[in-house]
């Protein structure tokens, strides 16, 4: 059966470096990196994303600034604060939760983020590098490098190996085939165009699974002794469960451990990876805030 890449327990090991950096930081400049966090309306899921990602900042000893605003509120309103937040020398990171209100022009909110602050890596510049070889992104969407660290920290080589990235969001899919490209994988993308997607992950050494479908990868999509990395987090009922509900990913987690090599677990897997990856990209922006990095 399939090794459990347990996100949760590197996600842990990854923030007790940080802290430990962090608090190296506070002593040689005596600054610590700060992250603000702007949510607009009431989403729950966006809710609960952003409690977790201010809860890891206390425990890295990063500092937290967050706004909150109502689901009406103005572009205008919302651009004020991230322009505030791009003069603020204590911020280093900025983060807008996604997805905005349907009036606002997310990709404007996006690009008015100072480039130095994109901590979620979605501005347009940032992507942009990430596609281009030879370039160097400021930042790397967190999603998509903490399924690479997860790779790199299992020993899972991926240089030469046919990588499957499915979904291709601008969130998480574009940006994972990209940063597998970067790893020198081949990479093939499916999406919900593609007629016959198991044939095309039954050839994958690596799947990266994040097209929101509730255990649609099942043994058949599967080839022996795949590595599986599952980002999906989809609700499904559950009538036994406290809410009515639980979370599965895409992948048919009981049968894909019969047949892959390696599996992240839903919750437990990719989740805290994403977090633990914001925090790494908020104290890279401050440490070359600072000029405290190496090289
Ligand atoms: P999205 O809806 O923006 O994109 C889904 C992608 O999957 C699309 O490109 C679509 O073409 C493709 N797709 C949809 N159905 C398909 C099918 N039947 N076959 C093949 N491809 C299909 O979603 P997203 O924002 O990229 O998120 C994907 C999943 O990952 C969701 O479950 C989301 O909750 C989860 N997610 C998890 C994290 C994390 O930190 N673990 C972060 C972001 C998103």
């Avoid at 962090?22 to 952003?50: C, F, H, I």
């Avoid at 100072?114 to 969407?141: C, E, S, Y």
């Avoid at 790779?151 to 979904?167: C, P, T, W």
């Avoid at 009981?254 to 047949?259: D, F, L, Q």
Wanted: charged content about 25%; glycine content about 8%.
């Amino acid at each position: 059966t399939a090794s459990v890449i347990d996100g949760k327990a590197i996600a842990q090991q990854i923030k007790g470096e940080i802290a430990e950096e962090v608090a190296r930081m506070k002593e040689a400049v005596g600054k610590v990196p700060g992250l603000a966090v702007l949510l607009v309306g009431s989403r729950k899921d966006s809710e609960t994303y952003v409690r977790s990602k201010k809860k890891a900042c206390e425990e890295v000893g990063i500092k937290s600034f967050s706004i909150d605003l109502p689901e009406d509120a103005s572009q205008n309103e919302i651009l004020k604060h991230v322009y505030e937040f791009n003069d603020n020398p204590g911020v280093h990171g900025i983060l807008v939760q996604l997805p905005l209100p349907r009036h606002i022009d997310e990709e404007k909110v996006v690009g008015a983020i100072n480039i130095a602050k994109d901590v979620d890596g979605f501005h347009p510049l940032n992507i942009g590098r990430l596609a281009m070889q030879g370039r160097k992104p400021l930042f790397i969407p967190c999603t998509p490098r903490g399924c690479i660290e997860l790779l790199i920290r299992s020993g899972v080589e991926i240089k030469g190996k046919h990588a499957v990235v499915i979904g291709r969001s601008n969130v998480v899919g574009m940006p994972a085939a990209l940063l597998l490209q970067r790893h020198n994988a081949t990479v093939t993308v499916v999406h919900s165009y593609t007629p016959n997607p198991a044939e095309v992950t039954r050839n994958a050494d690596i799947i990266i699974a994040a097209a929101g479908v509730a255990h649609m990868v099942r043994t058949d999509w599967l080839k022996p002794g795949a590595v599986v990395i599952d980002v999906g987090i989809n609700p499904v009922e559950d009538p036994s469960a406290k809410r009515g509900y639980r979370l599965v990913g895409d992948v048919c987690y009981r049968e894909a451990c019969t047949i892959a090599s390696a599996i992240t677990p839903v919750p437990g897997g990719v989740g805290p990876m994403t977090i633990a990856m914001l925090m790494q990209n908020t104290l890279e922006a401050a440490k070359r805030a600072y000029d405290q990095t190496e090289g």
